[in-house]
């Protein structure tokens, strides 16, 4: 498995080596440039702890997370049977700075990583900050979203398949909301094996089951390939404002631990976690099984509203079949241009929106819609939408 030079050496010089045997055998050592404040009684009163550097993440916090994952999610379908170890949790603000890391972790400059498209712009973003290249593999709609398993072999076994560090998998994608289903996943891992392509599996959507098809399964726990899955407060708990995300790493025992050893060398340069939140971690988490519930009550209810405005025979516009998340893709008659529709619903019902382009939609004719609203607001926003379509044609 690679890594980039960017983080350096994981090898400890002599100093770190001597440091750690002297601890190994009980000595304390005291540091000569300690400028750590909490340490000489220097903390706020608001604050007092003494604060240990803690580069995955205050330890506390990661157990809590850990026995919370352990005990109300769904285990890898390889090995259901594992507990999640703390050790391999990297608490930071947000799945974006987890995408930026991981770029740090695997890619030198120049490296690429393969994303889904249609997909959300985010992640081309993060690279392009990183200097990081993207290729695109499709999902293709036909009732359902397939990926395009086609693709992505012929870029990994292609000429710039030496080059390709990671394999993004959406699980479910934004805006598509389709799940990794099983066949893929087999097929994915066996390429990802063969090829030393470690997998980045963004699951943040994942607790958000719409209309699925059998067979949906985390791929946090993922065993027989590197694996780093995310997710965070942002969805599952319908807290965007609390910026706790993490890393769950995982796959062959000898690449977690390598990974590991350079992730280390990253978390502990941002060290981006802060008492004030983690303190409150085991109540933030006892407070997910509801917040899910609620927030998945209205996102389906929403679509049923959805699915009935649109039922009848007549309507130009047509739902793409949603798996899960909390977004749907509208399609309409392609005659229709996408950013005029948009500033249609500006300029007569003070509404905007994303096009399907900004999504690398395959053609003109897609609108997302937020799931989210409350009913009455939902339904206006669907009225508004179909009227705005209709008046265009």
């Known amino acids: 498995m690679h890594f980039s030079h960017r983080t350096g050496s994981d090898r400890p010089n002599r100093i770190a080596l001597a440091e750690s045997e002297a601890r190994a055998c009980g000595l304390r050592l005291d540091k000569l440039n300690d400028s750590n404040p909490t340490r000489f009684g220097l903390a706020p009163s608001f604050l007092p702890q003494v604060y240990e550097a803690e580069p995955r993440g205050p330890l506390a916090a990661r157990q809590a997370l850990a026995e919370f994952l352990t005990r109300h999610r769904g285990l890898n379908e390889n090995n259901h049977d594992a507990a999640v170890n703390p050790d391999d949790l990297y608490l930071l ?10 770029m740090k972790l695997l890619c030198d ?12 712009p985010l992640i081309e973003s993060i690279a392009g900050l990183e200097c990081v290249r993207t290729i695109p593999y499709r999902l293709s709609y036909d009732g359902s979203w397939v990926l395009d398993l086609a693709a992505v072999r012929q870029a990994l076994e292609g000429p710039e398949g030496d080059r390709i560090r990671a394999l993004v998998l959406i699980n479910p994608n934004n805006p598509t909301g389709s799940y990794v289903h099983p ?3 087999r097929s994915l891992m066996e390429l990802c094996q063969r090829q030393g392509v470690a997998i980045i599996a963004d699951e943040v959507f994942f607790d958000y089951p719409l209309d699925p098809l059998p067979g949906r399964a985390r791929l946090a726990g993922e065993d027989r390939v590197l694996t780093f899955a995310l997710d965070g407060f942002s969805k599952n708990l319908a807290a965007p404002h609390a910026k706790v995300g993490w890393i769950q790493v995982s796959g062959p025992s000898d690449q977690v631990a390598a990974a590991k050893r350079h992730l280390d060398l990253i978390a502990d340069d941002y060290l981006p976690m802060s008492l004030l939140i983690t303190r409150d971690m ?4 006892s407070d997910i099984p509801a917040q899910t519930s609620r927030v998945g009550e209205r996102v389906r ?20 079949r949603p798996e899960g998340g909390w977004n749907v893709l509208l399609r309409f008659p392609q005659v229709i241009d996408e950013e005029e529709l948009i500033l249609r619903l500006i300029r007569s019902y003070g509404l905007t929106g994303q096009p399907g382009y900004f999504f690398d939609m395959p053609g003109n004719g897609y609108l997302a819609l937020s799931l989210l609203p409350e009913s009455l607001e939902f339904r206006r926003n669907v009225d508004s939408v179909v009227s705005a379509i209709e008046k265009i044609l």
């Open 183 to 185: 066949e893929e996943r």
């Open 282 to 285: 085991k109540a933030m988490l």
């Open 109 to 120: 400059p120049g490296d690429a990583i393969l994303e889904p498209r249609p997909g959300y």
């Open 93 to 102: 603000s947000s799945t974006s700075q987890a995408y930026s890391w991981l």
């Open 301 to 320: 209810g929403n679509l049923d509203i959805l699915r009935q405005a649109l039922g009848h025979k007549d309507s130009c516009v047509s739902l793409l």
